[in-house]
């Protein structure tokens, strides 16, 4: 730590929420922030429990951290505090004051607009939710009763952290890939998914950040629309254990072989420090619920040494099994 950047390197759903968790348990996490907005769900596995959060951070499993949503956030009040009440989080949860509020008129405008239907858009309203907010007609956090008891100013508290040399985690959202200025527009999301968009959503400067972790899952999936190189028929996902399906939506995901290309891409733009790989165990199954580096296999670990390569930035994390301890931590 003590500042870190987490952002996906693909499609989303590489795994960001597992990641999170276990840096939350390990290092532990004093304050982690969630940025982006309600169509991002990232899983969590605790104590047995699956959790599929939306809004609050994935922070949560460390009981002593902080748990904020940023002022660039788009906050679903009905789900967050639906996620509030799952996690229990109350008393440390925080929203910022100028998070914008997306509503129920922007789901339908989005189920609704034949253009995002063709992108395959979650549905949540975000698009249409950011949309309001350039328009400068968008309801703060501020103007909502119900989120009076979370209202903070998130930049005041995260760098405050950060200047008393805290752990402190910004969570990213879907990944690189679907980024609105890097990903393959059209078929991206409503905002840039990068390490500096991420830290702009917070309201943390650049100078302030010590790492940007980009986390790449061992193959590639995509939901929706747009192009996915290398894509494999479900069949073929199904029988390699590849197949997945959506934790936010239910919807079946797409799936193709991890792309170094690509990864190179995410390394550089995000300005990554480190990477971290989820999901090994998936494509060699001789990984499960390894937590030592030497004892991965050696096409395990050629995997590894080929992706350092590839992007130049070094594999810090390695994902072995869903459980949040289940990763090789080969940082000192
Ligand atoms: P939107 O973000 O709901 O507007 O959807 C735009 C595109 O981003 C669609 O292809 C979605 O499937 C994709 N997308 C949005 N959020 C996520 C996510 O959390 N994981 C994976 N894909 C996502
Ligand atoms: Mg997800």
């Known amino acids: 730590m003590p500042c870190t950047v987490i952002a996906g390197g693909f499609w989303g759903d590489e795994g960001k929420g597992k990641i999170i968790s276990y840096l939350a348990l390990k290092d532990p996490i004093d304050l982690c922030i969630r940025t982006g907005s309600v169509n991002a769900a990232h899983t969590i596995w605790y104590n047995g429990k699956r959790y599929a959060l939306h809004m609050v951070p994935g922070g949560f499993v460390q009981e002593k951290c902080r748990l904020l949503v940023g002022p660039g956030t788009n906050v679903h009040v009905v789900q967050f505090l639906k996620e509030v009440e799952e996690t229990g989080v109350k008393n440390r949860m925080g929203v ?45 956090a501020k103007d909502v009763p119900e989120l009076k008891p979370y209202l903070t100013d998130v930049s005041d508290e995260a ?7 805290k752990n402190v985690l910004l969570e990213g959202t879907q990944g690189l890939m679907l980024s609105l200025f890097y990903g393959t527009y059209p078929y991206v999301t409503g905002r840039d998914t990068s390490a500096s968009a991420i830290c702009s959503e917070a ?13 790449f899952k061992a193959f590639m999936t995509r939901v929706g629309t747009g192009p996915l190189p290398g894509e494999m028929s ?33 390394a ?53 099994g869903p459980e949040a301890l289940d990763i090789v931590d080969r940082r000192k």
Request: charged residues 30%; glycine residues 10%.
């Open 234 to 266: 479900k069949e073929e996902a199904q029988k390699r254990g590849w197949f997945e399906i959506a934790a936010g939506t239910g919807r079946e995901r797409r799936s193709a072989p991890f792309n170094f290309e690509l990864a190179r891409r995410a």
């Open 159 to 165: 760098n405050d952290a950060i200047a008393k040399r």
């Open 268 to 320: 550089t733009v995000n300005g990554a420090t480190q990477a971290a790989v989820t999901k090994l165990d998936c494509v060699y199954p001789k990984c499960e619920g390894v937590r030592e580096f030497d004892e991965l296999p050696r096409e395990a670990k050629q995997f590894i040494g080929e992706i350092e390569k590839q992007t130049g930035i070094p594999v810090m994390l390695v994902g072995t």
């Open 96 to 140: 910022d004051n100028q998070a914008s509020i997306i509503e129920e008129k922007h789901s339908t405008q989005d189920k609704s607009s034949a253009h995002l239907k063709g992108l395959g858009t979650t549905g949540w309203g975000v698009g249409p939710a950011i949309e309001e907010r350039v328009r400068r007609t968008a309801k703060l």
């Open 203 to 215: 309201g943390v400067g650049p100078t302030r950040i010590d790492n940007v972790l980009v986390v």
